[in-house]
């Protein structure tokens, strides 16, 4: 079983900033690309950043130059700086692995539980 487990989620205020974390736990031999995603209330779920495993990156409109998104192979972890952050970026943010090789064959599309970031004054 593989298990994607994210944190570093939490309330900030306007402007603030906010490193979220997602680690891949179980028996991992490699992992294609991750990304997160967000989705807010009455709203669907949308990609916010992805990076492949060689750490070719894509982000959404949106968030860019704003969010950073970066992963530690080594440590089958994937991160989300998120800096100068807006009211609009509240959202539970989910940890997605598209294709995780395992020893006991490949899984596709893991997803984290998400985490809550909350962006209020």
């Known amino acids: 079983q593989v298990q994607l487990v994210e944190s570093g989620g939490g309330l900030v205020q306007p402007g603030g900033s906010l490193r979220l974390s997602c680690a891949a736990s179980g028996s991992i031999f490699s992992i294609n690309a991750m990304g997160w995603y967000r989705q807010a209330p009455g709203k669907q779920r949308e990609l916010v950043a992805a990076i492949t495993s060689g750490g070719s990156t894509n982000y959404a409109d949106s968030v860019k130059g704003r969010f950073t998104i970066s992963r530690d192979n080594a440590k089958n972890t994937v991160y989300l700086q998120m800096n100068s952050l807006k009211p609009e970026d509240t959202a539970v943010y989910y940890c997605?692995?598209?294709?995780?090789?395992?020893?006991?064959?490949?899984?596709?599309?893991?997803w984290g539980q998400g985490t809550q970031v909350t962006v209020s004054s």
């Open positions: 997605n692995a598209d294709r995780i090789a395992t020893m006991y064959g490949p899984i596709l599309g893991s």
